[in-house]
T-cell receptor, first 113, second 112 residues
Framework: QQQVKQSPQSLIVQKGGISIINCAYE??????FPWYQQFPGKGPALLIA?????SEKKEGRFTISFNKSAKQFSLHIMDSQPGDSATYFC????????????FGAGTTVTVRA | DGGITQSPKYLFRKEGQNVTLSCEQN?????MYWYRQDPGQGLRLIYY???????QKGDIAEGYSVSREKKESFPLTVTSAQKNPTAFYLC???????????FGSGTRLTVV
């Protein structure tokens, strides 16, 4: 039973467009929400993360929006570039569970030039 | 450069064989993890270890075994009891109270 639900499964965006990936969680005890980026044949790498006391965090072209009451968070990729083509995973963890990550199913983003 | 090394990159197994996947880290991280990745299912935790000589089952431990005899090494054995072992296997590590994981580049295991 997946604790973090991620959508869409895949998306295609034109260069310069905005990519939006959504995640929803059930466990209100989660206290850390990272996003990982994975290129084909490679392991995931941390992209950006947020804690629930913040509603938004921005790093360059990547922004996390967090809605605690709705138990949802999303990743926005602004001015999408072909180099952003990858699979993105949202995740959640909590201190009382040894900080283990629960991952969403992943979203494959394709940016067309 | 510090990092996690997984080997081999590709591995082929005949049905009924046990195979061992290697994971070595030089980050001096306390905790190490094994995940299995299948298309459309995200990453699922197989086993994890927070200290040497101790490890815990994750969500899908059946058919797998691990050992943690050294801080830097956390090998995963895929046994013949694992009915559907074809997958991409990822090793990760972190400091014990840290939140962020460092992943290796993975091993793709195929049953032939």
């Amino acid at each position: 039973q997946q604790q973090v639900k991620q959508s869409p499964q895949s998306l295609i965006v034109q260069k310069g467009g905005i990519s939006i990936i959504n995640c929803a969680y059930e466990n209100t005890a989660f206290d850390y929400f990272p996003w990982y980026q994975q290129f084909p044949g490679k392991g995931p790498a941390l992209l950006i993360a947020i804690r629930p006391d913040v509603s938004e965090k921005k790093e360059g072209r990547f922004t996390i929006s967090f809605n605690k009451s709705a138990k949802q968070f999303s990743l926005h990729i602004m001015d999408s570039q072909p180099g952003d083509s990858a699979t993105y995973f949202c995740a959640a963890s909590l201190r009382s569970n040894d900080y283990k990550l629960s991952f969403g199913a992943g979203t494959t983003v394709t940016v067309r030039a | 450069d510090g990092g996690i090394t997984q080997s081999p990159k590709y591995l082929f197994r005949k049905e009924g064989q046990n195979v061992t996947l290697s994971c070595e880290q030089n980050l001096n991280h306390d905790a190490m993890y094994w995940y299995r990745q299948d298309p459309g299912q995200g990453l699922r935790l197989i086993y994890y270890s927070q200290i040497v000589n101790d490890f815990q089952k994750g969500d899908i431990a059946e058919g797998y075994s691990v050992s943690r005899e050294k801080k830097e090494s956390f090998p995963l054995t895929v046994t013949s009891a694992q009915k559907n072992p074809t997958a991409f296997y990822l090793c990760a590590s972190k400091n014990r109270d840290a939140r962020d994981y460092t992943f290796g580049s993975g091993t793709r295991l195929t049953v032939v």
